[in-house]
């Protein structure tokens, strides 16, 4: 465990490293691992090369936009999938399943002349539209619905709760640790995204941190590596951020085997 630990955490340890030296230091052979100096003024250069307030901010407003509107689609989806049976749910669930082999990049021809019918091409819509919705999550989700006792709920509707109260006061709160774990794998993928900004995107003002982060190798006379991993850690803080606060309920969801 330990060897594979190092294995996967040497390139990450490489790249904190090499954000503090100089340009000298990455060019050294033997490598040095450590600098001799630590230099900050690479996160700012890397920060000032472009308008890389306007990238923070629109993979923000990209990322939490898309997780928002998938919450509201596979919640309901996933609570009819596990609670209810109906004539073609079997075919419909499938349908569903079938979509997660299906790679985004096969489909986005059809879903750019789409977006580009509906004029949303360089905007943030263009970015959070498609993925309004999430195979993955439906089935995690319904996986974790259908381990809530159905007394639990019989017990609810005898009192006279709505479906949307079962969902909202039962159904979620017991189905939090999968819903914080799936927001997490949603929250890293789109943030780190690179294909979609890059082919619904032309200017500056709706590109994302990525894209953003891809124009520090575009420079006369070579790759500044320093200021490039600067900018590769910019990218990743807020992902080890949110990781940090979701570890214990990701823990949870893949340990979860019933409901006390």
Known sequence: MIIIVVIFLMPFVWMVSTSFKTLGETMTFPPVWFPDQFLWENFTKAWNSGPFLRYF?????????ILVLQFCTIIPAAYAFARYTFKGDRFFFGLTMITLMIP???????VYLQMSSWGLLD????LILPFASSAFGIFLLRQSFKQVP???LEAARLDEASEGKIILKIMIPMAKPVLITFAL?????????????LVMTTSDSARTLPLGISKLREVEGGVAWNILMAGNMILVIPILIVFFFAQRQIIRAFVYTGVK
């Open 185 to 197: 794998f949603s929250f890293i993928t789109h943030w780190n995204d690179y294909f979609w900004p």
């Open 150 to 152: 159905e007394e639990l």
């Open 123 to 126: 905007s943030l819509w263009a």
């Open 104 to 110: 985004p990049q096969l489909i986005f021809l059809p």
């Open 57 to 65: 901010f629109n993979s923000v407003v990209v990322t939490f936009g």
